[in-house]
C-alpha cells in the first residue's frame, strides 16, 4: 500500500537512510532504498511511493544537482519536510583489518574531498576510486574489493564491517541537508520558521535579470537562505535558479514575492514551504538573514491594504 | 452654495483663471478668485468652495513650493483633475503707450525668468520689480504705477491695458500644470492614462530611503512622472517626497506600489489619481516614461494570485 | 578693486548679509548687496566681483530655485564656502506703532509660510503683501506704504525702524544655507567634514534614470545630503537633478562616483566642495547619513588599486 | 622539463584529452593524463607542469565542482585559455556487441543525465553504473566488467572498442568548457572579447550581499555570464560565488567593478582574464549579455577621468 511507503536514497546504510529514520512517521513507514535519486522520486510521481527523502544539499559539497534537477524538471513534485544531518564519515573495515593494510580507499565521490585531509594525513598513500554510494563502497569493501570505504559509522553492522576510524570530516560542522518530497498537496502548515523553495527560469538572459530576481526578494523584505544557478540544458550561459527564502507562501510578504517573480519570469515554479529543521532548537541554530526588514509582517500587509481600501473609497 | 463654487488662484485675469475655465464644468460654477493659494484651499477645507483650482509646477520654474506644502499637510485634500496650459506672456500697457516709453515693468516672480531674454534684448533698460500675481501687475499698470506688465494675453479687457507684444516666453513649450483639488472622495474613474500623486516622508533619514522609495515603485513597473524633494521644516536635511506616478490607485501594480510605500515608510499621504491632462490627445503628448515593464498588467497581476492560491492548494 | 569685493542677495539688512558677515574675511571685503540672486552671480561672472553670497535652501521653504537654476547653468560658477544661519523674524514698525495698529504687514514670499501661523494668531486681520526682499519690505514700512515687515532684527537700525516683536519663527530650527560662489579654481581644501555640490542632467528620461543616478553613490558609500529635480526648461517632465553628497571631491569614493555620473549621463556640472557648515561643531550637528559603508575609505581604494595591480602582474 | 608539460583530467580518451588537443601548443607539449582535476592541478602548483586543463563548466550538469573549489581554495592558479567542446557520446562495446547484448552500461556520473533518455529508449533494461571517468568506463568494458561505455568516440581506439551508436546526447548543443590553468603570472593579452573570473565570499551572510555583489557589476555595466554559489565549509548557508564576467580586468570598467569587489567584500580571488572561445567565430556564438551600457568603454574612462582632473584643478 503506497500511502504507506517511503522510498529513499539507497542503498541501506546511507546517511540519507539515517536521515529518514529522524522522522517520527518513519518507524510506521516502509522504507525502500532506490538506486538514484531519480529512481526514489519517479516511485513518488508514479505512485507507488508516497514520498521520498533524498539530499538536496551539503554544506562542503553543495547542492546535490541530481536532486535539484529533478525537482526542477518532470512531473511536479513538492517538498514537505527537511532533515538536517550532521555528516561525520567511519573508515569501515572488514573485521582485523588495521590502518597500516589499508591500501585502496572507495566511498562516494562527494565523500572524497570530506575525507580528504584525512586520508593525506592518516594514508597518503592509499589509492582512492569512487563507488556509486557510501554504502556500496561498504558493500565492495564486504566483497574484498577494496579495503576500506568511508561511510557512516551506522552502515558496519549492515555489511559485517567494523568501523576503524570515526569521526572522520574535513570541515567543521559538515552536514547534509535532505528533503521529503510527494506529489502536490497543501503546503506543510506555517510554523513562523519556515523555507520556502522554488526554481527561476530568467527567459532571455538579460544582464540585469538575476538582480531583478533579488530585488523582487528584497523590496518585500524576504531573505534569500540559498541560490544556485543550473544550466537549462538550452546552451552554454543559459541558466536557471534554484532558490530558497525565509518564511511561508501563506507569509504576505513571500506569497507577494512569488507573485512578482511569477509576473516578471516567464516560469517559476514552487516546490513548497516547509518547517525549518531545527526551528524547534533556536538557540542552535540562529536565525539566517538577521533581523527583518521593517513593514513586512503580516499585520503590516493588512494594515497597509485596509489604507489602500479607504484611499479608493476616499476616507484617507 | 458652496457645491457651485470654485475657487481659483487670483486675481481675475491670471493664468489660473483661464486653466479653470478650460473645464467644462466651469461654465456652470461660481468662480471665486483667491489672493493666495493656501487661501484658495482652504476655502474647500472648510467647505466654502467645492473645489479650487490652484498652479503645481511649471516646465520653466518647476514646483509650486506653496501649493506642493499646502496638499502635504494640513487637513486633507485630494486632486481630481489636471490642466495643462501652454504659457506665454503679453506686455500689457495703457493704450498708447509704445515699446519706447516702457520704463518700468512688473510681473509675478515667476514670470521673470520667461520673459528675461526677451527683455535683455527689447528693454535692456526696463526695470523689473515684483508684484504680487501677472494680474495684480496688469492692474498697477492700469493705476499708472508701471508702464508695462507681463500677463496672460486674456487679461488685457480685465484691466482695460492693450498687448503691446504677444507670445513672450523664453523656454520652448513653456507650460504650467494646474490641479483641481477637492475635499477626500473616491478619486476620479480610471481612464487608462492616468496620474497618481502622493507625498512620502522618509522618517530617519537613511542614506538609501530614496533608493527604497524608488524601488517599490521599480519593482512593480510604475514609471515616475515627478519627484520633488521638500522640506518637512524639522531642519536641514530632512525631506520628504511629493511623487507623480503614471497609472491609478486601481491599478494594481500602483495599488501594491503604495501599498509597499505605505509599509515601508512613517507616513504617507495619497493625493488622488486622475486622467492624465491631454490624454485624450495621444499624438501632441507622447506617452511619458516609455514602454511598461512585462508582467504589470491587471490582467499579469490576477494570473499571478491565481497561480498563487493554486500553489497553497497544492494544484500548481 | 574687484578682488576685495563680494556681491551678496541685498538689500542692506537681508538675512544674505548677516550671514556674509559671518565670514571672516568679510571685515577686509567691499560688501555689495545686489538687486537679485542673478544679479550678484553674474557680477562675479564678469569679474566686477570676487564672489557672490546667496541664500540656497531653507529648512521650512527648501531650495531657492533662483539660485540652483542660476548655479546650473550660463557661465559656470562654483561653490567655496557655506553658511548656516538660523532664521527668526521680527516685526519692524515705525516707531511709536502699537500692535493693534498694524494693519498691512509685508515680507519676502519666502519669509510668508514662516510667520503664518503668528499672523493668525495675533494679527489675523493683517493683510499681508509680498516685496521683493525683507529688507524692502522694511524700507516700504519706513516710507509709509505697509504698517509692518517682516524682517531681521538686524535690520531695524538700518531702516530707522524698531522691533515690535522678535524671535518669530514657525518651524523649531528653521535656518537658511548660504553658498558663497566665486569662479572656477581649485576647490576648497578637505577638511574630512566636506560637501560636494553637483548638477546632473538625467538626459533621455527613462524610468530607471533617477535609480541609476543614486546608484553610482550609494554602490560607493557616498551618502547624499539633499536632492532637488528642476526642469530643464524643455518641456514638462524633464529634469535636472540639483545633488548635495557627504565628502570632498578629493575623496576616492567621492571622486569615483562623479566619474561614474559623468560616464553615465549627458551631463554633470561640478558645482564645489566645500566645507560642512558647524563641522567644527561636531556636538551641535550630528553626522549626516549615519555611519558609512565599509570598505570606502582612501586607504580602501588605495589598497584595491594595489591589489589590481598585482592581478595585472601575475602577483596576486 | 615542466614548461612543456601540461596535465589533463585523464585517463587518456575523455573529453578533456580532446579539448587539450585543440590547442595548437599542445602538437609540443609532453600531454600527461591524471587520475583527478586536484591531481591535474596540483602537478602545477608544484611546478611538475606548466599547466593543467581540466572541465569547469557543462551546459547541462552545470559547474564541476571540484574544478571550481580547487580554483577558489589552496595555492592560487590563474587561468589562460578556455575550449567549449560539444559533447556527444558514443556507446563503445567489445568489437561484436549487438545491442540487444548490452545489459549493463557505464560511464562518468556526469554522462549519466546526458544519456538517460536514450537508455529509456534503447536499453531500459540495462543497469547503470557509474564508474571514475568515461574513459575508465571503457577500460572496465574492455576487461570484460561491463558490457558498454558511453563516452567519446575518439576514445574507441585507444581502448580497442568500437562506437556501436554515435552521437548520444539529451540536450541540444550540450557542450562542456573546459580551462587552462597555470600558476599566477600576467593574464592573457585583452582581445577585446574577454572573459575574467573570480571568486568572492560574502563574509557575514547579510540578506543583501549577493544584491550588492550584482551591483558592483551594474553600475559599472560589466555583464555576468556565470555565476554559482558555492560552500564555504563553515557551515548550511555560508556561500562563496564563482563568477565570470565580459571584459578583461585592463578593461577600466571591468578593473574598477573587481576594485570595488575587492574593497566591499573580506575575500577576493582573481583567477584570471582569458579570450572567450569562440571569440573568432562570432556569427556561431552571439555575444552573451546583449548591448553593453553606455558610458563604459575605456575611452568614457578616460574622458570621465580628465574631467575629473579638470574639475580639481579648477578647469571644468
New interface residues.
Given amino acids: 500500500m503506497p500511502a504507506s511507503r517511503y522510498t529513499y536514497l539507497g542503498p541501506e546504510g546511507t546517511f540519507t537512510e539515517a536521515a529518514l529514520r529522524t522522522l517520527p512517521e518513519a518507524a510506521t513507514r516502509e522504507l525502500v532504498p532506490m538506486v538514484s535519486v531519480?529512481a526514489a522520486l519517479d516511485a513518488v510521481r508514479t505512485g507507488e511511493a508516497a514520498a521520498a527523502l533524498v539530499p538536496i544539499?551539503?554544506?562542503?559539497?553543495?547542492?546535490v544537482?541530481?536532486t535539484l534537477?529533478e525537482l526542477a524538471t518532470g512531473e511536479?513534485l513538492?517538498i514537505y519536510r527537511e532533515v538536517?544531518l550532521p555528516i561525520a564519515f567511519a573508515l569501515l573495515v572488514r573485521p582485523g583489518t588495521r590502518l597500516e593494510d589499508v591500501k585502496t580507499v572507495t566511498g562516494h565521490?562527494v565523500a572524497q574531498?570530506q575525507v580528504?585531509k584525512w586520508l593525506a594525513g592518516h594514508l597518503p598513500d592509499a589509492v582512492w576510486?569512487?563507488s556509486?554510494s557510501n554504502a556500496d563502497g561498504a558493500r565492495l569493501v564486504r566483497e574484498g574489493r577494496y579495503d576500506g570505504a568511508f561511510a557512516g559509522e551506522f552502515a558496519a553492522a549492515t555489511y559485517d564491517l567494523e568501523p576503524l576510524v570515526t569521526d572522520i570530516h574535513?570541515?567543521?560542522?559538515?552536514?547534509t541537508?535532505f528533503v521529503l518530497a510527494g506529489r502536490?498537496?497543501?503546503?506543510a502548515a506555517r510554523t513562523g520558521r519556515d523555507r520556502t523553495s522554488l526554481v527561476v527560469w530568467l527567459g532571455d538572459?538579460?544582464?540585469?535579470a538575476?538582480?531583478?530576481l533579488?530585488?523582487?526578494f528584497?523590496?518585500?523584505g524576504v531573505?534569500?537562505?540559498?541560490?544556485?544557478?543550473?544550466?537549462t540544458?538550452?546552451?552554454?550561459?543559459?541558466?536557471c535558479f534554484s532558490v530558497d527564502c525565509e518564511g511561508h507562501?501563506?507569509d504576505r510578504r513571500v506569497?507577494?514575492a512569488?507573485?512578482?517573480l511569477?509576473?516578471?519570469?516567464p516560469r517559476?515554479?514552487?516546490l513548497g514551504s516547509y518547517p525549518q529543521a531545527g526551528a524547534e532548537d533556536e538557540v542552535a541554530r540562529p536565525r539566517?538573514?538577521?533581523a527583518g526588514?521593517?513593514?513586512?509582517t503580516d499585520g503590516?500587509?493588512a494594515?497597509?491594504?485596509e489604507?489602500?481600501a479607504r484611499?479608493?473609497?476616499?476616507?484617507?
Same sequence: chains 1, 2, 3, 4.
Wanted: hydrophobic content about 30%.
Fill in positions: 531519480p544539499e551539503n554544506s562542503v559539497e553543495g547542492g544537482t541530481a534537477d511536479p513538492m538536517i565521490p574531498p580528504r576510486e569512487s556509486a574535513d570541515a567543521r560542522n559538515a552536514e541537508r502536490p498537496a497543501r503546503p538572459d538579460h544582464p540585469g538575476l538582480l531583478e533579488l530585488q523582487e528584497a523590496v518585500r531573505n534569500l537562505m540559498r541560490i544556485e544557478s543550473r544550466p540544458g538550452e546552451g552554454m550561459g543559459r541558466y507562501i501563506s506569497g507577494e512569488l507573485m512578482g511569477k509576473r516578471t519570469f517559476v515554479r514552487f539566517p538573514g538577521g526588514r521593517p513593514g513586512t503590516d500587509f494594515s497597509a491594504a489604507w489602500l484611499c479608493q473609497d476616499g476616507r484617507a
